[in-house]
């Protein structure tokens, strides 16, 4: 059995990148000897193992064949005559094929370091049209590396992925894997621009287009160091449906409460220096600032990524003012009046709404 360092850990190490973990194929070994090692086998479609010292991924090394439509639609090989090359042909970019022995010898048969010092994101084979989520991972790193350019017959394959149908077979949990981390990446908008090109955006995300000022705002929020709820709530605001594109890519619930927020309160924030202290206290009611403070303070951090950015220090100086009322002694003080269930929630409104007044004179 020999085992190689494969992958993105090599990539990163040419680049002058520390490498997250290392991914290792082993060629010239079964099930049964990795198991009498002491592995602990994690794979469930094809032979992956746990290291027992280092807990680092070892997988048999192996080749595929197409089945059946999808990313799953793969029947998988795996066994000792498989060599390092073959394992190597099977991947996608040349810049993840690549391996270094244990003598720390490079491997490269498909030419990744030449492409990595071309700044060139190239497929490995025409195999490359059968799995729809390289499509995804390539726009990725399209974000990851803004100066990487994709080979134009690379961008051949990926619209031949659109064409043939199989962006369609994608499961929503797979698209939005690699679209959050695609949007958490240095220059996301680069991500929108590939997926537009080769024409996956309207069928991944419907009504979502890859105009200026969205790629605009979502590269200011990751300059700025955003959250990915804040990103993606940037990233959806005007003109994509909200609610179907967060079911549609089943997002987590940050992101969605944070999108749908968002969208519903950029203008009223927009215009709020103009608001009377009334309809601010609404505002942030609306906005549940009294509850998730926090969350509100995100949603005002992405609001400045928005071209113009809104004036927004009254509106938080008035806020704190609103908050720093003491509504259980507003609540007991309007019990002791007689009153009772909302005209309680109305004391403290109005309470509110004079803290308000007062910080805005």
Not at 159 to 184: F, K, P, T
Request: proline letters at 6%; one cysteine or more.
């Amino acid at each position: 059995m020999q085992l190689y360092v494969v992958g993105g850990a090599v990539r990163d190490e040419l680049l002058g990148r520390p490498a997250a973990d290392r991914d290792w194929v082993a060629v010239g070994a079964t099930p049964e000897e990795l198991l009498a090692l002491g592995y602990k086998p994690v794979g469930r479609d094809f032979p992956v193992f746990l290291h027992p010292q280092t807990g680092e991924e070892v997988a048999l090394a192996r080749t595929e064949r197409k089945s059946a439509r999808g990313y799953h639609g793969f029947t998988f090989h795996a066994s000792p005559d498989v060599t390092l090359e073959q394992d190597l042909q099977r991947r996608d970019l040349t810049i993840n094929a690549m391996a270094r022995d244990a003598q720390g010898r490079l491997i490269d048969p498909c030419g990744g370091e030449r492409d990595l010092r071309a700044r060139v994101l190239r497929h490995v084979s025409p195999a490359f049209a059968e799995d729809p989520v390289r499509l995804l991972r390539v726009a990725r790193f399209a974000a990851r590396w803004p100066d990487f350019t994709v080979a134009p017959e690379t961008m051949a394959l990926l619209r031949q992925l659109v064409d043939d149908g199989e962006v369609d077979a994608l499961v929503a949990e797979r698209v939005w894997q690699e679209c959050s981390r695609g949007l958490m990446e240095v220059r996301p908008s680069r991500m929108l621009e590939l997926l537009a090109a080769c024409g996956a955006l309207p069928r991944l995300a419907p009504g979502l287009d890859a105009g200026p000022e969205r790629l605009a705002r979502i590269d200011r929020a990751a300059a700025a160091g955003l959250s990915l709820p804040q990103r993606y709530a940037l990233m959806l605001l005007g003109g994509a449906d909200v609610e179907a594109i967060s079911e549609r890519w089943r997002v987590d619930t940050a992101c969605r409460e944070m999108a749908a927020l968002l969208a519903r309160l950029h203008e009223r924030l927009g215009r709020a220096e103009s608001f009377d202290a009334a309809a601010l206290v609404a505002l942030l009611d609306e906005g549940d600032a009294w509850r998730r403070g926090g969350r509100f303070e995100a949603l005002l951090a992405a609001t400045q990524c928005l071209d113009p950015a809104p004036p927004l220090e009254r509106l938080r100086a008035v806020w704190r003012a609103a908050a720093a009322i003491d509504t259980a002694a507003v609540a007991a003080a309007a019990a002791a009046r007689g009153a009772r269930g909302p005209a309680v929630g109305e004391a403290i409104v109005q309470a509110r709404i004079a803290a308000v007044d007062a910080a805005r004179r």
